[in-house]
């Protein structure tokens, strides 16, 4: 750690992080009577017609990192990882399913054995409901048939398929197949603010 002249700043709570996860720590924390510092060491994220590239966010690595990784054969690699104001969240797909409930006990995998949580499904299923509505999920209930049971429906609709080369309309009929199913995903999106459209339904996100 370096030696500073800056002043030293005091506070109840420091969340180091302004990304889902501190954002939403902070909101939580809001009406608690506690003097709250979130510290990010990154600046904001440029607006600029890139933010909405696949080329550039996931070929050209726009925004990334350039901070030393290495593998574990020690070859470096640029992680995606984002030290922006908003974090990783700033350039993502706004997919926010839940876990499953078999996702909290104990799975086997090629790589070995993952223990189980000390906390099960059940026990955070309300809090999934209320991120849920704090982030104005958009999904249909029912649709995924191996999603954990729900105390309340999803906040908004699902959010409709967009037309595409190989349209919705003619992949929906195909996974009619046993053991084949396709759902709308769960997601944050804002589709309106003000009366002004927010979502592009682009294939990464970045939302002031």
């Given amino acids: 750690m370096q030696d500073t002249d800056a002043p030293t700043i005091t506070t109840d709570i420091a969340i180091v992080g302004s990304g889902m996860g501190g954002g939403t720590l902070a909101y939580a924390l809001r009406n608690r009577g506690a003097k709250i510092l979130i510290i990010e060491r ?35 690699f640029r992680p995606s990882i984002y030290h922006v104001v908003g974090g990783c969240t700033k350039v993502y797909g ?10 909290f006990g104990v799975l086997e995998s090629e790589e070995g054995v993952s223990p189980a949580w000390p906390v099960g499904y059940d026990e955070l299923e309300p809090y999934y409901a209320e991120a849920e509505r704090l982030f104005r999920v958009h999904g249909t209930a029912g649709t995924d048939p191996v999603e954990g049971p729900r105390s309340t429906p999803f906040p ?40 002004r459209s927010v979502c592009k339904l682009a294939l990464v996100c970045k939302i002031h």
């Fill in 156 to 195: 908004f609709p699902a959010v409709p398929h967009e037309p595409a080369p190989i349209t919705a309309t003619r992949v929906m009929p195909a996974t009619r197949a046993p053991r084949l199913n396709l759902f709308r995903r769960r997601f944050l999106v804002h589709f309106l603010i003000d009366s």
């Fill in 42 to 76: 990154g600046g904001y994220l440029p607006r600029e017609p890139e933010n909405w590239s696949p080329r550039e966010i996931f070929v050209a690595k726009r925004y990334r990192t350039t901070d030393p990784y290495f593998d574990g054969s020690g070859k470096p």
């Fill in 94 to 103: 706004a997919a926010l399913p839940r876990f499953r409930r078999e996702d």
